[in-house]
């Protein structure tokens, strides 16, 4: 006797179902799990917006809505170039990250506590996050909370039937999380998900699953890649006020102050477009020429209606140009064709009488010669006044 074929259809549906389960094959459960450990999504790319939990969130929200702004993906960019794959930029870029100044946008505290609670998901957490499960507390602690500025790849981590599962993930422009000393985003805000860094970082897409955002791009993606050294601040955006912040790693926002170099660009640049290069250290920088002093005299001739800038004292100390033609020393030239009684330096003629016995030249004739007296006590000839009239 033949079952019915409902019973059989219901029969097949129910072996199906068990070996899928067996295999580790399952995925897209109905409570949005995407599979069992190293096997979950099968490449597929989850985008997940700012504020969503997403699939088996590890604890609830610790998001402090105070210190995260809205996403921050500017909407005006320019569509990227045909075959363009994700940025790579290093935990270090300027701008990266954003934040309100001395807010913090994640409750790190509270996810502590939260983890404390489940022993079991704290020991989840910590394998995937590659950290002793006695020293979660004090990972946590040392991670920096920040806020997404770009749409960013990660590797994501759930929490499923007592394990962590991993998939690849496209995190909103926006989302809350926090990063530790090389720049990397370690942990989501939202849902308390250990985070990774991508597989395939190097521009390999898979198919997307999920809603996409206003202004999504994938090929305006970041991937962001270890800084070269450990950090000890993090220059984000204020997106309060559109300005850069200085925040020390695994701060809260409670030191941050104004960064002593600004970066190179605006608070508001575009982080997935060209950027310039760092600017050089202050030692390797030119040296700005010296202005000269305002009460520097005209070294030019002076435009009718302004008032000519007096000269320094002779002799007094000046950094003022000296224009070219005219002498360095402190003492001015004598004005041409002008005869003066000072000495010109010129050396003396060997030949020249001594300069007590060269007669004075006056303006009046001269008519007559002052003579010596005589030897023998005489007066010269003459009128006896010591003349001769000529």
């Not at 088996?56 to 170039?81: I, K, L, N, Q, Y």
């Not at 994700?86 to 509270?110: E, F, I, K, M, N």
Request: glycine residues 12%.
């Amino acid at each position: 006797m033949h079952a019915p074929p409902r019973l059989r259809h219901a029969v097949l549906a129910t072996l199906c179902a068990g070996l899928l389960a067996a295999t580790g094959c399952a995925r897209n459960a109905p409570d949005g799990g995407l599979g069992t450990e190293g096997t979950a999504g099968a490449g597929e790319i989850l985008l997940q917006p700012a504020a969503a939990h997403g699939p088996d969130p590890f604890t609830a929200s610790t998001v402090r809505r105070s210190g995260a702004a809205a996403s921050a993906t500017p909407s005006h960019r320019a569509p990227a170039p045909e075959g363009s794959g994700p940025h790579t930029l290093p935990g270090s870029t300027p701008g990266l990250y954003g934040g309100v100044r001395s807010v913090s946008s994640c409750d790190v505290a509270r996810q502590i506590r939260l983890l404390a609670a489940d022993p079991a998901r704290q020991k989840a957490f910590a394998r995937a996050a590659g950290v002793p499960a006695a020293e979660v507390a004090g990972f946590l602690r040392g991670l920096t909370p920040v806020v997404l500025r770009a749409d960013t790849r990660v590797t994501d981590h759930g929490f499923r039937d007592g394990a962590a599962t991993a998939f690849p993930a496209v995190l909103q422009g926006g989302t809350a999380v926090l990063v530790d000393g090389r720049g990397l985003p370690r942990v989501r805000c939202a849902c308390g998900n250990p985070l990774g860094r991508p597989a395939g970082a190097d521009g390999v897409r898979g198919p997307e699953r999920g809603e996409a955002w206003t202004g999504y791009d994938p090929a305006r993606t970041v991937v962001v890649a270890p800084a070269a050294r450990a950090l000890t601040e993090l220059l984000v955006v204020d997106s309060a006020h559109g300005r850069w912040i200085a925040r020390p790693t695994g701060d809260e926002g409670a030191r941050d102050r104004a960064p002593a170099e600004p970066p190179p660009y605006a608070p508001e640049t575009d982080i997935t477009g060209p950027l310039p290069e760092v600017s050089p250290s202050p030692s390797a920088r030119p040296k700005p020429e010296t202005p000269a002093p305002e009460d520097c005299p005209p070294t030019g001739t002076t435009p009718p209606g302004e008032a000519v800038v007096a000269p320094r004292e002779p002799g007094a100390a000046t950094d003022c140009p000296v224009p070219s033609g005219e002498p360095t020393g402190g003492r001015p030239e004598p004005f041409p064709g002008i005869p003066t009684d000072e000495p010109t330096g010129t050396p003396a003629d060997p030949d020249a009488p001594p300069e007590d016995l060269v007669p004075l030249m006056t303006d009046e004739p001269q008519t007559s010669i002052r003579l010596p007296w005589r030897e023998d006590g005489g007066r010269p000839p003459g009128d006896g006044r010591g003349t001769v009239h000529g």
